[in-house]
């Protein structure tokens, strides 16, 4: 039984993991397609280069994107274990129950 609920956990993490993968894939396709019009747009129109600003605009929000996917997924489960760890031995340690006043200590 513990075999197949850690499978199922498995396959749900996975399940997030590429839903989040997914989610940057077309976003940052997006991000590439329409700035590449822009750029278009901006070359067969007069006056100064502005396509430069969305570009930026957007690719603050790209960065942001990919941190979460790529990076803090690792940096937040590990600091959700260790949270739970922690709990787990205060609670066995003062044998009380965990209040929500007590997480954040």
Avoid: C
Avoid at 54 to 63: D, H, K, T, V
Avoid at 72 to 82: A, N
């Amino acid at each position: 039984m513990s075999d197949l609920n850690t499978m199922n956990e498995q396959h749900a993490h996975a399940r997030q993991w590429v839903r989040a993968l997914k989610g940057f894939s077309v976003n940052f396709t997006a991000y590439v397609l329409v700035n590449f019009g822009l750029f278009v747009i901006d070359l067969v129109t007069p006056g100064g280069p502005w396509f430069f600003w969305p570009l930026l605009g957007w690719g603050i929000g790209i960065a942001a994107h990919a941190f979460s996917v790529f990076v803090s997924t690792g940096v937040e489960e590990s600091w959700e274990e260790r949270k739970i760890t922690e709990l787990m031995k205060r609670t066995d340690a003062e044998a009380e129950p965990i209040r929500a006043t007590s997480l954040f200590r």
